[in-house]
């Protein structure tokens, strides 16, 4: 059976060459020049001052939201429709996810429904951009400055792309990011 696969890995340029290099070097795991490199070149081209290297997109999330002290009887507000990842960080620091709805032409979060579910224990919102389509960041950004609540925003499957000329990962108090490891033809999800 044929499968569409999500992302097909582009390698065509020195990635052998650099794996070699780990492996002659013995840079195979925890630090090593790459990780800096990639750590510099990635955040810049997102357009942050800082980036940092984690093992996955779950544990970035993880990071996100205990750095910013959120923790139990806090809530965080994030869409219905994503992988469990956020909603996971949330639980995992003792906090509250509450959910609103999804927009059934983006599927991304329904932002117009963000304010009613802002209560006194609000400590931030959690936006996930789904499948390539930005969430409508405008009213969002508002609604965090009005109410002076964090911005989490996940951006594990928006590498590139843009709302209104920013680059997506450029608007959170802190933002995150996965890299997929889909193998060519695609016969898994590719989480
Ligand atoms: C939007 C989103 N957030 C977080 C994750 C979790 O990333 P990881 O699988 O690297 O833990 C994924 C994974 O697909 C994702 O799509």
Redesign the pocket.
Known sequence: MNFIPVNTPLLDGNEEKYLLECIRTGWISSEGPFIKQFEEKFASYIGRKEGIAV???????DIAVQALKIGPGDEVIMPTF??I??AQSVVRAGANPVLVDSDPVTWNMDVTKIESRITPKTKAILV???YGLPTDMDPVLELCKKYKLFLIE????MHGQTYRGKKCGSFGDIS?F???NNRRGGDDY??
């Open positions: 093992s996955n997109g779950s544990g970035a999330l994503t992988i990842s956020p996930v951009h789904i996940d951006a594990a499957e995150t996965k890299t997929y590719g989480g």
